[in-house]
Nanobody
């Protein structure tokens, strides 16, 4: 089992920055896991924002390209999501998930943690104000 814990969320004004962290623990090797960041605003679908494979290949949703950067520190078993030039529409609860990259759907029409793939963290709230 993989246990994930997100941190770093908060409230910032539009144009600001935040860095989210997701730390992994548990029996499954962090080195073998692909990691994804999803977000969900109230009433919206669970949306894939970014992903990083165990060997460092990254991908981003079009809505965050050029603004968000995903990275990982294997020694710390942590994946980061650096978010710059934040916009109102970036507001939501951000979750990290561990699974094979092939399981990461672009969006899920249910609450993120109730998705039928991966191991999910508890989420961290990001609120962007004007």
């Amino acid at each position: 089992e993989v246990i994930l814990e997100e941190s770093g969320g908060g409230s910032v004004q539009a144009g600001g920055s935040l860095r989210l962290s997701c730390t992994s623990s548990g029996a499954t090797s962090f080195y073998d896991s692909d990691l994804g960041w999803y977000r969900q605003a109230p009433g919206n679908e669970c949306e894939l924002v970014s992903s990083i494979t165990s060997d460092g290949v990254t991908a981003y949703a079009d809505s965050v390209k050029g603004r968000f950067t995903v990275s990982h520190d294997n020694a710390k078993r942590t994946v980061y999501l650096e978010m710059n030039n934040l916009k109102l529409q970036d507001t939501g609860v951000y979750y990290c998930v561990a699974d094979d990259i092939s399981e990461f759907l672009p969006s899920v029409n249910r609450l993120c943690p109730e998705s039928d793939f991966g191991y999910w963290g508890q989420g961290t709230q990001v609120t962007i104000s004007s």
